[in-house]
């Protein structure tokens, strides 16, 4: 048989089963062969792996494409995401108003720009949302919907996000428990609460970076997280609780599995409250919601990914300029870029720092996402038959980050300056090699749609 791409003399990364020396044939997109090493079949390509590491390709399933630079985010942020590694992206499309055109602005600006595949989100938080739900699911295959607990009154207004309520919190849920693989993604924070803190913070002076945090503090999460879990165990909604941040709202989640043993609950946290805390001298620069805390939180956080209680890692990639990360912390955008990073942080400070598995990686950042959001019989795995999505790593490599070279709209990192070891040095979408060495490789419009159809 006459293959498309072979790649040969890697390591595979198999999730639940370890390393495995291998050589993995692609056809027409997928994944044709896994076959022992020094296999002597014809490929049209050849790639040389040796003294490489071939990860299922990485799937992101938290950013939002649109927040940098309008519909051109899906050349950008694809690209960017493509030098990091990642294969697969989920985006959280947001408005007050129908999702229909919403949907159909994005697919069009996604088909001729987006290098990688990827899917959407919906953020249900009007009366329209809610009548129009099954449509979603049924129209376009989207089947994850996202809540803001944070944004209620005003607070997301910015964002075109119309406040809602406890009220609507459970119909929301009630109607995601009710679609075929519906899952509901619920931001967990206490805006009440942090409405309070902040006003008194406010009153006395404060315009700092760990003011903004102090008044986002770990309780007013955890308290949120236990609500959301009671909710939807009522209802028997699954739930995905975004961007875990604190030991203290890890503890309410352990403790709502435990309660709640028939209900799938999904945790995921990002790589930036995995390696920054709220330290003054980031300004606001280290803005974001959650807010970067202590490091026993990030102690915390860290044994939640050994011990298997975190499922998922995020990146929440934000594509503002850094123009947007000055001034009053009060008006800052929260937020940053994190696509490009997302993998090479969890390889430098994950497996190198501390010894995290190079399957538990995988798991956390191919293979739990794609199962969690419906994709989990295509992508996530080294599996013949399964979509031909591969990311190649270079253990070895070390690099200062920066951001010039990542390739976002958003011209800062969270990481610029760092020296992180092991990097991807190719990334496959079913079979094409999109970045190599550094460089896309790939014309805008590769990527694909990925409708959910009840998984
Ligand atoms: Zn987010």
């Given amino acids: 048989m006459q293959y498309d791409l072979l790649i040969q003399g890697g390591t595979l990364v198999l999730p639940g089963e370890g390393l495995a020396a291998g050589d993995i044939a692609i056809a027409d997109g997928r994944i044709a062969a896994i076959l022992a090493p020094g296999s002597r079949v014809s490929a049209e390509r050849t790639l040389d792996a040796s003294g490489l590491h071939i990860f299922p390709g990485i799937v992101d399933p938290h950013t939002h494409i649109g927040l940098g630079n309008g519909l051109a985010d899906w050349g950008s942020e694809t690209r960017s995401a493509a030098l990091g590694g990642v294969t697969t992206l989920f985006t959280y499309l947001m408005s007050g108003e129908s999702y229909f055109p919403v949907i159909a602005e994005n697919l069009a600006a996604a088909q001729r720009e987006a290098v990688i595949d990827y899917g959407f989100h919906l953020v249900p938080c009007s009366e329209v949302h809610l009548a129009e739900l099954e449509r979603y699911a049924s129209e376009f295959g989207v089947t994850s919907f996202k809540f803001f607990t944070s944004f209620r009154g005003d607070e997301g207004a910015y964002l075109g996000i119309t406040g809602a309520d406890d009220g609507y919190l459970f119909r929301y849920l009630r109607a995601v428990a009710r679609l075929p693989g519906g899952l509901a993604c619920v931001h967990p924070e206490n805006i009440e609460v942090v409405w309070q803190l902040r006003r008194e913070l406010q009153e006395a002076g404060r315009d700092d970076l760990p003011a903004w ?243």
């Avoid at 879990?229 to 909604?237: D, E, K, N, R």
């Avoid at 941040?245 to 599995?257: P, Q, T, V």
């Avoid at 501390?354 to 191919?366: Q, T």
């Avoid at 295509?378 to 070390?398: F, M, P």
Wanted: glycine share 12%; charged share 20%.
């Fill in 213 to 455: 945090n102090e008044s986002r503090p770990d309780f007013v999460e955890a308290e949120c997280v236990s609500r959301t879990m009671i909710y939807a165990a009522q209802v028997g909604c699954p739930l995905y609780l975004v961007h875990f941040s604190s030991a203290a709202a890890l503890r309410e989640y352990r403790a709502g599995k435990e309660r709640f043993p028939g209900v799938p609950f999904w945790g995921e946290t990002c790589p930036h409250y995995l390696t920054h805390t709220s330290d003054p001298a980031l300004g606001p620069l280290g803005k974001v919601n959650p807010p970067l805390r202590s490091p026993a939180d990030t102690e915390a956080l860290w044994q939640a990914i050994f011990s298997g209680l975190i499922d998922t890692i995020g990146s929440d990639h934000v594509p503002r300029p850094r123009a947007r990360k000055t001034g009053s912390i009060w008006k800052a955008s929260a937020g940053f870029p994190g696509l490009a990073t997302l993998l090479p942080v969890m390889l430098s400070e994950g497996y190198h720092q501390r010894g995290l598995p190079l399957d538990r990686i995988a798991e956390l950042c191919a293979t739990n996402p794609a199962r969690a959001l419906g994709v989990g019989r295509r992508k996530g795995c080294l599996h013949v038959g399964w979509d031909g999505d591969l990311t190649l790593v270079d253990l070895a490599a070390e690099r200062t980050v920066d951001s010039a070279q990542l390739g976002s709209f958003s011209d800062y990192s969270l990481y610029e300056g760092w020296r992180l070891r092991g990097w991807p040095v190719a990334t496959i979408v079913r079979g094409k090699v999109v970045m190599e060495e550094g460089a896309v490789a790939a014309e805008g419009g590769w990527g694909t749609y990925l409708p959910r159809r009840g998984e």
